[in-house]
Nanobody
Framework: QVQLVESGGGLVQPGGSLRLSCAAS????????MGWFRQAPGKEREFVAA????????PYADSVKGRFTISRDNAKNTVYLQMDSLKPEDTAVYYC??????????????????WGQGTQVTVSS
């Protein structure tokens, strides 16, 4: 069984930065793609960024490209989302997710099998 635990959310002013972390426990991680998604009130959960097992493939949503950076540390079973130049429209609950297929990369929500509980990010002055 895989468990994912996010941390690092909070309240930040527009233009500020936050770094989210997602710690994975269980028998798989280093060969699996990880993704970050977010869900704002009244909206569907949407893709933010993903990273393949090696860290060399990192697709991003157009809305965050150039501002967010996803990375991973396989030795620590942890994936990160560095969020810079935050905007009020980035306000959402952020979820990390794991794709149980080996050596994959995906941006579709349906491709991910395990999800964390989410962490709130609020961008407001």
């Amino acid at each position: 069984q895989v468990q994912l635990v996010e941390s690092g959310g909070g309240l930040v002013q527009p233009g500020g930065s936050l770094r989210l972390s997602c710690a994975a426990s269980g028998s798989i991680f280093s060969i699996n793609a990880m993704g970050w998604f977010r869900q704002a009130p009244g909206k569907e959960r949407e893709f933010v960024a993903a990273i393949n097992w090696s860290g060399y493939i990192t697709p991003y949503a157009d809305s965050v490209k150039g501002r967010f950076t996803i990375s991973r540390d396989n030795a620590k079973n942890t994936v990160y989302l560095q969020m810079d130049s935050l905007k009020p429209e980035d306000t959402a609950v952020y979820y990390c997710a794991l794709d149980s297929r080996r050596y994959s990369i995906a941006t579709a929500r349906a491709s991910y099998d395990y999800w964390g509980q989410g962490t709130q990010v609020t961008v407001s002055s």
